[in-house]
């Protein structure tokens, strides 16, 4: 059956998201457009995870914790992961492994948690934005000792993508998918690069603003829809 999806999205954790980027407001948007299926990616941090994941059963839709991880290249990747517990210890892992800089919210914006009534539950002291220590050849690996999967973000952009920082995607990094901005540019991209032939292939929002959301237009086929279902189909060498 086919689901619709949008794997990368922001909250108002992540300092760059909008303030109306809230659990309810994000997931309600998503049921609007016709999705069937989110992700929550904040830039290192999965916190606002459990209030989206509940604002989401609220109005039944399916909402899978992830994480947009930035590598100590400065590149960044998508982790996803089939429970709140997983998708946390991963939070703890990273949040162990990155630089720690003080937040300015009047240059990059505050960085709140919320419970699953938009209510404001604290902020994050130290900025979120810097690379980790974790690096992008061994990213995918690392996700997997923690129950998930990963995969490069809009691989097709000029800035912080594994393509503009590195040229190539090394198979040795071990990923099954990689992910556009802009699906228009995959005819290019493959003549460029011929791994992207052996890849599945995602196209997101990357959403800050809830403008930024896109209607239901990208879909994954599943025999059901469930967290397990998106990540197994993710990470099989058959194409999505």
Not at 107 to 128: A, C, F, H, K, S
Not at 156 to 166: A, G, H, T
Request: aromatic share 4%.
């Amino acid at each position: 059956m086919k689901y619709y999806y949008d794997l990368h999205i922001h909250s108002c954790l992540s300092p760059c998201g909008d303030m109306d980027m809230t659990p309810n407001n994000l997931v309600n948007m998503a049921k609007l457009l016709g999705l069937d299926v989110i992700a929550l990616t904040d830039h290192n941090t999965s916190r606002n995870c459990a209030a989206a994941m509940a604002a989401g059963r609220e109005i039944g839709l399916l909402v899978i914790p992830g994480m947009e991880l930035t590598t100590s290249e400065d590149i960044h990747a998508v982790c996803l992961f089939p429970t709140l517990e997983k998708a946390l210890a991963w939070d703890d892992y990273v949040d162990n492994h990155r630089i720690k800089i003080r937040n300015r919210a009047e240059i990059y914006g505050r960085q709140v948690m919320m419970n699953e009534q938009d209510e404001e539950t604290g902020e994050i002291e130290p900025l979120l934005l810097p690379a980790t220590e974790i690096s992008i050849m061994n990213a995918y690996a690392k996700v997997k000792e923690f129950g998930g999967i990963c995969f490069p973000a809009h691989v097709d952009r000029d800035s912080l993508s594994i393509l503009s920082v590195l040229g190539e995607i090394d198979p040795a990094c071990g990923f099954k998918t990689a992910e556009l901005a802009d699906k228009s540019k995959l005819d290019s991209l493959h003549q460029m690069h011929p791994i992207l032939d052996t890849l599945n292939i995602v196209t997101d929002s990357d959403a800050h603003y809830l403008e930024n959301m896109r209607e239901a237009e990208n879909s994954l086929e599943l025999d059901e829809l469930s967290p397990e279902a998106v990540l197994a189909a993710l990470d099989s060498e058959k194409k999505v």
